[in-house]
């Protein structure tokens, strides 16, 4: 079955950029959506179709994806942007959403 | 203002059944496909099962496939899970949450707590 693979945590500082890479087998054909979840929150959908953003989410989230990896970049990371990361596709082999482990991001 | 509601969660035992429901508002739910999404205590996100908007189409992951069923009844805008043969791993907090073309996840409902313990 089809697997994501992310990085069990990022650290970055406060003003820095944090990336959060999602590797899957030709990610790169498939629309890749991330989300954020705070402690005790349900998830928010925080980029859709690889790097369109909803309206809610602040310009400085940015999405892309090609080849085997998908990236989530945030710019000028705040405290607030710290939580946990997941990202998620539709495996049309399988009929299957798979979610990847997810990435905890630690804003120092 | 879409809001999703879920309810049915509680305290099984093992082998046991149990249904949750999520009632929709806010758009026009026969529309849109759903899915249930799982989160066991401390862990991270796990897709359940998908069911289309007309009912039609059902989806499932492998590890419940056999022992859960989703479905919906459009004229109360409600989406179900029936599950069956419960298990300790099954434990988790149960989203409702709404599919969209690409089965991206826009609206999450606040959770439902299932408990599977003897």
């Known amino acids: 079955s089809y697997v994501l693979t992310q990085p069990p945590s990022v650290s970055v500082a406060p003003g820095q950029t944090a990336r959060i890479t999602c590797g899957g087998n030709n990610i790169g054909s498939k629309s890749v959506h991330w989300y954020k979840q705070k402690p005790g929150q349900a998830p928010v959908l925080a980029i859709y179709?690889?790097?369109d953003r909803p309206s809610g989410i602040p310009e400085r989230f940015s999405g892309s994806n090609s080849g085997n990896t998908a990236t989530l970049t945030i710019s000028r990371v705040e405290a607030g942007d710290e939580a946990d990361y997941y990202c998620q596709v539709w495996d049309s082999s399988s009929d299957h959403v798979i979610f990847g482990g997810g990435t905890k991001l630690t804003v120092l | 203002e879409v809001q999703l509601l879920e309810s049915g969660g509680g305290l099984v035992q093992p082998g046991g059944s149990l249904r949750v429901s999520c009632a929709a508002s806010g758009f026009t739910f026969s529309h849109y496909g759903m899915s249930w999404v799982r989160q066991a205590p401390g862990k991270g996100l796990e897709w359940v099962s998908g069911i289309s908007g007309s009912g039609a189409r059902t989806y499932y992951a492998d590890s419940v496939k056999g022992r859960f069923t989703i479905s919906r009844d459009n004229s109360k805008n409600t989406l179900y899970l029936q599950m069956n043969s419960l298990r300790a791993e099954d434990t988790a907090v149960y989203y409702c949450?709404?599919?969209?073309?690409?089965?991206?996840?826009?609206?999450w409902g606040q959770g439902s707590l299932v408990t599977v313990s003897s």
């Open positions: 179709y690889d790097s």
């Open positions: 949450v709404d599919s969209g073309s690409y089965w991206e996840f826009d609206y």
